[in-house]
């Protein structure tokens, strides 16, 4: 059976079965959203339901429009929900809160601070016993894993695009988030930045092996970084229309992604998916 009908097959069973409460880090039942017009009300979501392992990474594609970008602030507790619920190892959110990192396609830095300022700012919100030395240890050691070593005293202003994103990514994950939310993240950096920056989200995460989502516009890339990708129908009334597992080991290189047998059986169900 090839990989795609073994999808198809298990589509149903994902969407209509529950993984084991114990390994469910992140789960959104029914999920709805309703804007209010003059016309009457505008149906984002409707019914969405999607489990989301610990240390599983989901990468989330579909046209614009389909309500991506909402799901996401509803789970970073950006955006009210008008039905369902979203949970977080069992717990209701309400609101924004330190489990879930977000990483913008925009970093939205503080552009008078220096990329340890930036980072601190979410560290000393989250570790306010930790002492100052323990604090600043924490956001160097991120700024060094993302390739900002030489830059820890630059201000976000003086840095370029790409270094802007690399501060973002240190500042999410130096909170120790239980989840990861990625929107777009290098979806405005040129194509050599971008694979730089995905080469090191995916090393970083390797190790820390934290819950993440990643919506993204691009097949390659959401291949490339996820366990499984998860694709939604056209809005309005959104819902989750297939889900693809991705069967590669970690860690993974490019190189071997590409030369995988299943690499182009994969990329041609995400085009059918989003062309149909």
Known sequence: MSIITENKRTKSVLENSSFPSNEVMLDLKDLKKIYPTPKGDYVVLENLNLQIKKEEFVTIIGHSGCGKTTMLSMIA???PISG?????????????????????????LMPWMTSLENVLLGVNQVFPHA?????????????QKVGLEDAFHKKASELSQGMQQRVGIARAFAIKPKVLLLDEPFGMLDSLTRGELQDILIEIWNKEKITAVMITHDVDEAIFLADRVVMMTSGP????????D???ERPRTRKSVLEHDDYYTYRKHLIDFLEH
């Not at 002492?131 to 700024?143: F, G, I, M, Q, S």
């Open 77 to 79: 507790g950006l955006n």
């Open 84 to 108: 369902g619920s979203i949970s977080v190892l069992g717990k209701h959110i309400k609101g924004p809160g330190p489990d879930r990192g977000v990483i913008f396609q925009s970093p939205s």
């Open 131 to 143: 002492t100052k030395k323990e604090r600043n240890d924490v956001a160097k050691y991120y700024l």
């Open 237 to 244: 009334k959104a819902k989750i229309g297939d889900i693809l």
């Open 246 to 248: 991705i069967n590669f």
